[in-house]
């Protein structure tokens, strides 16, 4: 008499970063697209977009709020237990330091383009209320992250900095500072955590 084979559940797919960046860069580019039929039609303008009138305030609008989200970042780590961080975070430091800028760049690209370029623009010509617009685009930009909602604290560590994303975004009309501003963020973060700096509570060394 043949025994039935015990049927095993399927693994669960480990995260991937080289697949995390094509995807990335594919919605990256299409972010891109609907953003120049939205300049071809005139529903925006590069000056809404790309502005470089003052040079010396969108390096201002990088340098401090990419230190003040780091410090952010690593005060919320250092209160934070372990076991209140989502997985995939924790294996982010374990990739090689390639792996873990295009990540952190294509991430930081596709996001701006999208959340910033796009939906807070959009908001931002009906609304007339820039902070109304930054609000609903980063309820929208949480409600993104969906890995996070078994992890509320999580969402915290991500509504701050889109708060912050947006406001540089207002303040310095071009959507080159809230790329870099997000991706200098997240790649300091995680060098921070890769190189053993900084270490969640409850965690071993």
């Known amino acids: 008499m043949n025994r039935p084979t015990e049927t095993l559940p399927p693994a669960k797919k480990e995260f991937n970063p080289k697949d995390a960046v094509l995807v990335f860069y594919a919605f990256a580019l299409i972010s891109a697209a609907v953003i120049f039929a939205l300049v071809i039609y005139r529903v925006l303008t590069l000056q809404d977009l790309l502005s470089f009138e003052h040079p010396l305030k969108m390096v201002l609008y990088v340098v401090f709020p990419t230190i003040s989200l780091l410090l952010f970042g690593v005060i919320l780590t250092l209160l934070t237990p372990a076991s209140y961080i989502d997985e995939t975070n924790k294996s982010y430091q374990n990739y090689s330091l390639a792996a873990i800028v295009s990540f952190t760049l294509a991430g930081a690209l596709f996001e701006e383009l999208l959340f910033r370029g796009i939906i807070q623009n959009v908001l931002n010509l009906y609304l007339s209320?820039?902070?109304?617009?930054?609000?609903?685009?980063?309820?929208?930009?949480?409600?993104?992250?969906?890995?996070?909602?078994?992890?509320?604290?999580?969402?915290?560590?991500?509504?701050?900095?889109?708060?912050?994303?947006?406001w540089v975004y207002v303040q310095t009309h071009n959507l080159l500072v809230p790329i870099l501003v997000h991706f200098f963020m997240n790649l300091g973060i995680t060098l921070l955590f890769k190189y053993k700096i900084i270490q969640m509570r409850g965690e071993k060394g």
Do not use: E, R
């Open 129 to 166: 209320q820039p902070w109304l617009a930054i609000g609903i685009t980063t309820v929208l930009f949480a409600g993104m992250h969906v890995q996070y909602y078994s992890k509320p604290l999580m969402l915290l560590n991500i509504t701050i900095p889109s708060l912050v994303f947006g």
